[in-house]
T-cell receptor
Framework: KQEVTQIPAALSVPEGENLVLNCSFTDSAIYNLQWFRQDPGKGLTSLLLIQSSQREQTSGRLNASLDKSSGRSTLYIAASQPGDSATYLCAVPLYSGGGADGLTFGKGTHLIIQP | KAGVTQTPRYLIKTRGQQVTLSCSPISGHRSVSWYQQTPGQGLQFLFEYFSETQRNKGNFPGRFSGRQFSNSRSEMNVSTLELGDSALYLC?????????????FGPGTRLTVL
């Protein structure tokens, strides 16, 4: 069964800094990996989906990389802004992926960007 | 394009009661998955429905059940509520089966059991 770990659990940085969030998973046979953000008391917003055949995906100031062989993904946030403050979660399919499945999530990284 | 909607947004129940939550997926999406989020356990998968059939189920007791209608809308039901069922319940939809497609989440239903 897949397990996902996110480090660090919390991070506080000044506005404008570039930062990296880490995600590791135990079973490298994933079909895809998805990054989300969650604002307090709200639902999840999809940020990036990386297919297993891809090594990275970019959206605006966000860049996510995937290294299946080492069981790791990183989310890079460039030029951070106070509006980036949220909890960031990574998720992979629970089992084999690609079919009927649920996602297994890390506990998230709680990010605070200081103005 | 409208996102995933969930109703009600907030619910307060007492122990022993039952509750039904509703989820309307993005138009054209056929897969609906349900998750429970608590501070201690984080996000945990409940079940997935695709074309009115339950395709996968997480490790939850039989008090948790669901169904999906022909228009892809889904409901989940929790019977004999316990204090530990207090949580944010989230649903997600996707065009294809959940394991192979991007998931889009609704705002959640906050359930409080007293």
């Amino acid at each position: 069964k897949q397990e996902v770990t996110q480090i660090p659990a919390a991070l506080s940085v000044p506005e404008g800094e570039n930062l990296v969030l880490n995600c590791s998973f135990t079973d490298s046979a994933i079909y895809n990996l998805q990054w989300f953000r969650q604002d307090p008391g709200k639902g999840l917003t999809s940020l990036l989906l990386i297919q297993s055949s891809q090594r990275e995906q970019t959206s605006g100031r966000l860049n996510a990389s995937l290294d299946k062989s080492s069981g790791r993904s990183t989310l890079y946030i460039a030029a951070s802004q106070p509006g980036d403050s949220a909890t960031y979660l990574c998720a992979v399919p629970l089992y084999s992926g690609g079919g009927a499945d649920g996602l297994t999530f890390g506990k998230g990284t709680h990010l605070i960007i200081q103005p | 394009k409208a996102g995933v909607t969930q109703t009600p947004r907030y619910l307060i129940k007492t122990r022993g009661q039952q509750v039904t939550l509703s989820c309307s997926p993005i138009s054209g999406h056929r897969s609906v998955s349900w998750y429970q989020q608590t501070p201690g356990q984080g996000l945990q998968f409940l079940f997935e429905y695709f074309s009115e059939t339950q395709r996968n189920k997480g490790n939850f007791p039989g008090r948790f059940s669901g169904r999906q209608f022909s228009n892809s809308r889904s409901e989940m039901n929790v019977s004999t509520l316990e204090l530990g069922d207090s949580a944010l319940y989230l649903c997600a939809s996707s065009h294809l089966l959940a394991g192979g497609d991007e998931q889009f989440f609704g705002p959640g239903t906050r359930l409080t059991v007293l």
